[in-house]
């Protein structure tokens, strides 16, 4: 059962608010003031530095077979040294098992003779079946639905021994009707109707392939191409997979604490994965820049800020690994605390921080309403485009802890360009406008707590 310690009206005292409001006031409004820019950019000059080192070559995409995730693990934990924070019961590290699928090679594929360039024209997750196939017969069904007498677009057409082309994008006359069964149009089940109609392969058609779009392992290699790169009168497709699968790897986490300057024994957790994709061979890799370096490198500004400047309740930092292959780091977390969880008064997750321009989303801000109205509030004194709340759902590392009965929030910026799961991840193509605001909000919002 949480402690009163976790309940919203705990988490407003009026004379720290008028003691938090007037910091926020030194700290984020002075504009003009030429220490609080200089502040700043040292912060963002030492982010630019930890997502240079995270995104580089040598951690080779921060992934598990070419043993990214240990050099990215031995980095954070030298910052967190760095930084002044503590280990947790003689470490810092929480050591865990996963079992992965990797590429003993590149993948290759060819159409018409063109070759494909892996990470750029194309993509195939390693879950994926292997195959080598030359001069296979391509066979184009259009969205590849079968919704029965009134439409059935693999009516005439032989996939058996071929491979089947299909449109990931669907009419949106089809979308909308609701006539139609939703469960037949999802991307899943028509993959699955091509492979039992006997396809050899699949190529799905998209405007931009993304690495783990889709976690399924098919009996077939499916592919996922950037349409513009496909002409409509391609004939023919060769491809050659080779994958290991069930190599186990031992990774970690990586936690430090950040002792408070009161006497209470209740914490807040700030967290995010450092993981990524990995890397393919010595020569392709996904950087993983925004997805998650930005969120460590966010993580770890607050931390050295904090340092400087303790709260009242202790701060624990979490860097979890194991996100990318379903929440592992973060759920082995919950299993093993090595804190009290009922000791939590809220957790922050940081995950993708230096996307999108139109403004930051709260999940969780609809669950935890008084929280988010302080949140609302550090956000209206720094006129920051809009800010929005979503229910909890499980697509990051908050997950697993809140549904533990933490209280707490996935903060990240909403829309954008910027290229998710893609080689192009870089930190060439960073918002760092969007990265300053959201460690201004994130730094007042914990002040005021």
Known sequence: MLTSLMQPTSLFHSHSLCLTAFLIFLLLSVHGSAQNESWLDSLLQSAQIDIERLASSEMMGRGYTQAGHLHAASYIHKRFREIGLEDINGSYYQKFGVVVDTFIRRPELTVDNLYLRFGKDFIINPGNANGVEENIELVWIGSGLRLGKRLDEHRGKNLRGRVAVIETEIPTSISSDSTFDKKQLVLQQRIAHAIVAGAKGVLLLSDRPTYGSFFEQWPKPVFEVRREVIPLSAKDVSFTVHRTENIEIETQNVVGLLPGTGETDSLLIVCGHYDHLGAIDDSLFFSGANDNA???????????????????????????????????????????????????RFLINLDMAASGLDGIMALGGVDFSEEFRLLQSVHDSLEFPELRKRKNAPNSDHWFILKKGVRGFYIYPFTGEQPYHHVDDTIETLQWETFERMFKLIYGFVLRM
């Open 294 to 344: 930005s969120g460590i490198a966010l993580m770890l500004g607050l931390a050295a800020q904090l340092k400087q400047s303790p709260l009242r309740y202790n701060v624990l930092f979490c860097a979890f690994s194991g996100e990318e292959i379903g929440l592992r780091g973060s759920r082995f977390f919950v299993e093993n605390p090595p804190v009290d969880l009922n000791r939590v």
